[in-house]
């Protein structure tokens, strides 16, 4: 199979998908976290009645509305993407991804147009109350947007609650709230959106601390500061934790992708954690063309105790995946692969003895292909029966360890950061200090480092699967023509370049005028 | 009461209508940034969507049963 592709377009589409997610996560996480502030700070002037609220919300809420109008269907082009180039790959998810994301549809169509609309238009038109209450609808629809594609994406990293259905090729739901409850896509929606609050509080702090740079409009930098750092504090603490309870979850379901970002080769007991290290970017033959890691800090047993809170417990490494590991019960690739085989070609006389109108013979395969014991001991590794190389199944070592690393870094760096915002602004000495307010500043750029990498890690981590184990990204493309989409590649990068361009101009001139006072247009 | 009703009905709808109607027309900013999103939604769809992105399985095959089979072949070869 993998021999009659051609790579340069799985390539290529690869890529494709890359940067108009990568652009895409540009807008997304600005608009979660900025649509919670906003409500927050009016909901103290809904509270207390003084002006200067208003004006600090109208501010935020102009620049959410920057954010959100240039932001807005860019990613309408990853489906477009899913149906040209990842045909395979959309038939073969079936309903599973259908049924959330025609949710997520409605509830952004009717939740965010119709209270967007309140919330821009609306000020003396509607209530004080009203006004609030559709700035909060506006948050919590914008947030729940999310929670549907975080679910269809937790499924491909952890399939459940389907049923593969042979005749059609298609994966059936048999359980929805499987699906929309599963540990992946819970741990990977409150990982998501949390992040999505950091990066919007430390755009409001950053932003915030050019005003006081700049000695202008001091009141309301330092009441943004109060509510971006107080939500950035908890949100960053909160994703701490949340990426925690991800990471295990990782260790067990796509251990090979937590072996990776971790920089872990042979597994063992009580592992030490990898706080720091450098790698090599030439492939050493002599351990499995796997990178060496060269300077390295280690915490001892730490690995071992965030994975399976036991600091005794064992690790599985690279090197335990491929080969496998009797002792702690590992399959080796190769045995994979060849039970793989074994589910495809089960498949394949399937539907030759359906073509054939052979029925008894269908009849005495589809009840094999329906068999408990077969889905388990084979069909669970239908994906690795595309691979011959078991070389193949280890993820971009180098890009995983640095993109984990840099993410878990500069969060926290943010908890510090955010501590240091509050505990300056409390006591009224934030002014002074005009080294910590440019740093502030230029750590705008760190946080959607940290959010990009944050996906690196995701995306990048579990390759070579487009659906953990059931589909890899090689057997997911279409067969068409690669200079296509190397011409849409093109065509997307000036789209969404110029599309960040305006955002930032746009965006850079708004800051600049500041916030206005009442009655100004 | 139902002359009430409808008396009430039409004064909510022309409030949405004026809601909408002095919002778009008091814009400033807005106005540019709608420039933008049709810019874009054109790009998207009668350029990108029309010429580069058709639906690989729905142009070609007629029937589910024939991306079914599609599918399958492009699976097990």
């Known amino acids: 199979m993998i021999d009659n592709i051609d790579l340069s377009l799985v390539d290529w589409s690869r890529a ?12 997304v996480p600005l608009t979660l976290g900025l649509s919670f502030i906003v409500a927050f700070m009016e909901s103290i002037y809904v509270k207390t009645g003084d002006p200067e609220w208003k004006r600090i919300t109208k501010f935020w809420m102009t620049l959410f509305g ?7 269907a860019t990613g309408i082009i990853l489906e477009f993407e899913f149906g040209t180039n990842w045909s395979s790959y959309s038939w073969f998810v079936g309903d599973i991804f259908g049924a959330p994301l025609a949710i997520e549809g409605i509830m952004a169509f009717f939740l965010e147009t119709t209270f967007i609309a309140v919330m821009f238009f609306g000020w003396n038109k509607v209530s004080k109350r009203y006004h609030l209450i559709s700035t909060w609808l506006v948050a919590i629809g914008a947030n729940l947007s999310a929670l549907w594609i975080l679910v269809a994406n937790g499924w491909m990293q952890y399939p459940v609650g389907m049923h593969f259905n042979p005749d059609t090729a298609r994966n059936e739901m048999i359980n929805f709230w499987n699906v929309l409850f599963s540990p992946m896509a819970v741990d990977k929606f409150l990982h998501t959106i949390s992040s999505g609050f950091t990066l919007a509080s430390v755009f409001v702090v950053g932003i915030s601390a050019w005003f006081l740079l700049k000695k ?12 971006a750092g107080t939500f950035g504090l908890l949100s960053t603490i909160f994703t701490a934790f949340s990426g925690d309870s991800s990471a295990r979850l990782i260790a067990t379901k796509q251990p090979m992708k ?13 592992v030490p954690l990898l706080a720091f290290g450098v790698v090599s970017n030439q492939p050493d033959t002599s351990k499995n063309y796997l990178p060496e890691i060269q300077v390295k800090i280690e915490i001892p047993n730490l690995l071992s105790y965030l994975a399976y809170l036991d600091p005794h417990a064992f690790v599985p490494g690279v090197n335990d995946l491929i080969n496998g590991n009797p002792k702690v019960g590992l399959l080796s690739a190769q045995e994979k692969i060849e039970r793989g085989k074994v589910a495809r070609n089960v498949l394949k006389s399937y539907k030759e003895a359906k073509e054939k109108k052979d029925l008894v013979v269908a009849d005495v395969l589809r009840q094999q292909f329906d068999d408990p014991k077969f889905q388990e001991q084979y069909f669970k590794y239908f994906g690795y029966g595309f691979l011959n190389d078991t070389k193949s199944l280890v993820p971009n070592v180098p890009l995983s360890f640095y993109s984990f690393h840099i993410m878990v870094f500069i969060g926290f760096y943010f908890i510090i950061l955010f501590g240091m915002v ?10 002074g ?5 440019k740093l502030l500043l230029f750590s705008i750029p760190l946080a959607y480092i940290a959010s990009q990498c944050g996906w690196l890690v995701a995306e990048v981590g579990r390759q070579p699967w487009v659906i953990q184990d059931y589909l890899p ?3 997911a493309v279409s067969q068409i023509d690669a200079s296509a989409v190397q011409i849409t590649f093109w065509l997307f990068a000036v789209v969404f370049t110029a599309l960040a361009i305006a955002e930032v101009s746009i965006m850079t001139k708004q800051i600049k005028i500041g916030p206005k006072k009442e009655g100004e247009k | 009461m139902k002359n009430k009703l409808c008396e009430r009905m039409k004064g909510i709808l022309l409030k949405i209508f004026y809601l909408y109607y002095d919002g778009f027309r008091n814009m400033t900013l807005g106005k540019k940034l709608w420039i933008i999103i049709l810019i874009k939604l054109f790009i998207m ?17 007629e029937t589910n049963k024939e991306r079914s089979n599609y599918v399958i072949d492009q699976l097990t070869k």
């Not at chain 1, 494709?16 to 807008?27: G, R, S, V």
């Not at chain 1, 930098?221 to 109060?226: D, T």
């Not at chain 2, 969507?49 to 690989?56: C, M, S, V």
């Open chain 1, 422 to 431: 509050l505990y300056y602004t409390f006591r009224g000495k934030i002014d």
């Open chain 2, 45 to 61: 769809f009668a350029i990108l969507k029309l010429f580069f992105f058709h639906d690989f399985l729905k142009s070609r095959f």
């Open chain 1, 258 to 270: 937590f072996a990776a970002f971790e920089g872990l080769y042979d597994g063992s007991h009580g």
């Open chain 1, 16 to 27: 494709q998908f890359a940067l108009t997610a990568m652009y895409h996560w540009i807008f």
């Open chain 1, 473 to 475: 990204t090689v057997a």
């Open chain 1, 433 to 437: 200090k005009r080294i910590f307010l």
């Open chain 1, 66 to 72: 920057i954010n959100f109008a240039i932001g807005v």
């Open chain 1, 216 to 227: 202008r409009d001091v009141l309301f930098a330092k009441r943004s500061m109060i509510v």
